[in-house]
């Protein structure tokens, strides 16, 4: 199997590639469109401020690329706000693969928010295994909204999309390879989805 982790000089790219060796798996950092159109998974990471990540992903002419795959891919924090339609940070317009804008916690919470919290309404294979109000490791200063591709929900001023799914493209906002053994879990699970899933 093919992991390829899109290397596009926004992401927590060693972590990831860590965590996956840790699964027994080589995961191969790429910014080349061929290499990452013919892989198994894709891992499409995200760190930082979204409209100089988005910059960089259209440097690298990724931009087109990552809408058009037709394997699993899975978005991580800063990567699944990309995939969504927009986000306010930085007015950003996104890959529009999840039909949702990002938006950011109001001054009525510390912002950003680190640190752990639970998921809950838990609605696809990707958390098989995973229980209701397990605990993952979050950084993020933005959210989705809770919408129609809503598969798993985060609690921090009020409930939002803690995960996304459309088709084959997952996002989650957490960060599965620092929440020990669910974020394990997690990773584990999307390495076993399939494209028919």
Not at 49 to 69: C, F, Q, R, T
Not at 77 to 82: A, E, S
Not at 143 to 158: F, G, H, L, Q
Not at 164 to 188: A, C, D, M
């Amino acid at each position: 199997m093919k992991i390829v982790i899109i290397d596009y000089g926004a992401g927590n790219i060693q972590s990831i590639k860590f965590a996956f060796k840790r699964l027994g798996v080589k995961a191969v950092l790429s910014s080349n469109s061929d290499e990452i159109m013919n892989a198994d998974k894709v891992i499409f990471p995200g760190v930082g401020e979204a409209s100089s990540a988005m910059k960089k992903l259209e440097d690298s002419h990724l931009e087109k690329v990552i809408p058009i795959l037709t394997q699993p891919v899975l978005g991580i924090c800063l990567g699944m706000q990309l995939m969504c339609n927009s986000s306010e940070e930085g007015n950003t317009k996104g890959l529009g693969i999840f039909d949702t804008e990002v938006i950011k916690f109001t001054k009525k919470v510390k912002v950003p928010q680190i640190g752990w919290n639970q998921i809950t309404d838990l609605k696809s294979s990707l958390f098989h295994e995973v229980k209701e109000k397990d605990y993952i490791y979050l950084v993020h200063s933005y959210y989705a909204p809770i919408c129609a591709d809503t598969i798993a929900v985060s609690d921090y001023e009020k409930p939002y999309s803690s995960a996304l799914r459309k088709n084959n493209f997952y996002g989650v906002q957490f960060h599965p390879e620092k929440s020990s053994s669910t974020g394990e879990q997690i990773l584990k699970n999307f390495l076993r989805i399939n494209s028919n899933d």
